[in-house]
């Protein structure tokens, strides 16, 4: 089963702004979680007027408690990508795309580590208000941008978990067909989790992750918010003056 999170809402901001802010929103109280943003590729099409720029985002992140329970200590790892605790580091690819004469901008972020556990696609499309255009926002008479956003949310855990139990099955049947059985412990002990399946583990995986996308997503859109308000205030200037602050709470 696939689990999906959608939400929409406005921000009192004219197009221009909120899209700039988007590119400028890591990182802000609310996600300092971010470590590292880079830009892999960005391309203008001049017949349609359209930007499309692709980012490497390094975040900072710890599996949920509850969802640790059901990954075998191979999945979580001790070094490197993960920990025992829970504790990694994980890359998010962002495409943008965005459309300035017709007033839209889309974007789409998924996770490339963790795939085995979790695949995580996040698309967001912000969008002028219907009837309005590039004059009147230059007049000021357009601050509004809606946004939709939308999430799916897929565990492959099961996956993997039936590979491996075909994997015990197997090395079962070779150790019966040897005569250890009875004689000798089985080859592989099958850990706790063994005793759900493969379909009950990967919903559990996708409810709790959708919990927690639930609670994550108000928290985007207030970071984003921040970012709104130093654009107005201050501008670019005070925009990094503020991300330098974020960054230096984390260090």
Do not use: C
């Amino acid at each position: 089963m696939v689990k999906f999170y959608s939400s929409n809402y406005t921000y009192d901001y004219s197009f221009p702004a909120v899209s700039l802010a988007y590119f400028l929103r890591y990182p802000n109280p609310y996600s300092r979680h971010v470590s590292s943003t880079d830009t892999i590729s960005r391309s203008f099409d001049p017949e349609t007027q359209r930007l499309t720029t692709v980012r490497l985002h390094l975040k900072r992140s710890r599996l949920p408690s509850a969802v640790l329970q059901f990954l075998p200590k191979r999945e979580v790892g001790t070094g490197g990508e993960g920990s025992s605790d829970g504790r990694a580091e994980s890359f998010i690819l962002e495409t943008s795309t965005v459309d300035v004469r017709e007033g839209w901008m889309s974007t789409e972020s998924k996770n490339l580590d963790w795939n085995n556990v979790l695949s995580v696609i996040e698309r967001h499309t912000y969008s002028r208000p219907p009837g309005s255009n590039v004059l009147t926002e230059k007049a000021g008479l357009e601050d509004r941008t809606d946004v939709a956003v939308s999430v799916t949310l897929k565990s492959r855990i099961g996956e993997q978990l039936r590979k491996r139990r075909q994997r015990w099955g197997e090395q079962a049947t070779a150790s019966s067909v040897a005569g250890g059985v009875g004689e000798e412990e089985p080859l592989v002990k099958q850990g706790w989790f063994s005793s759900w399946s493969s379909s009950a583990v990967r919903a559990a995986i996708e409810t709790v992750s959708l919990q927690r996308t639930e609670r994550s997503q108000p928290k985007a859109k207030e970071g984003m918010a921040v970012v709104l308000q130093r654009l107005r205030h201050g501008g670019i200037q005070e925009v990094l003056e503020g991300m330098k602050a974020d960054r230096e709470v984390v260090v």
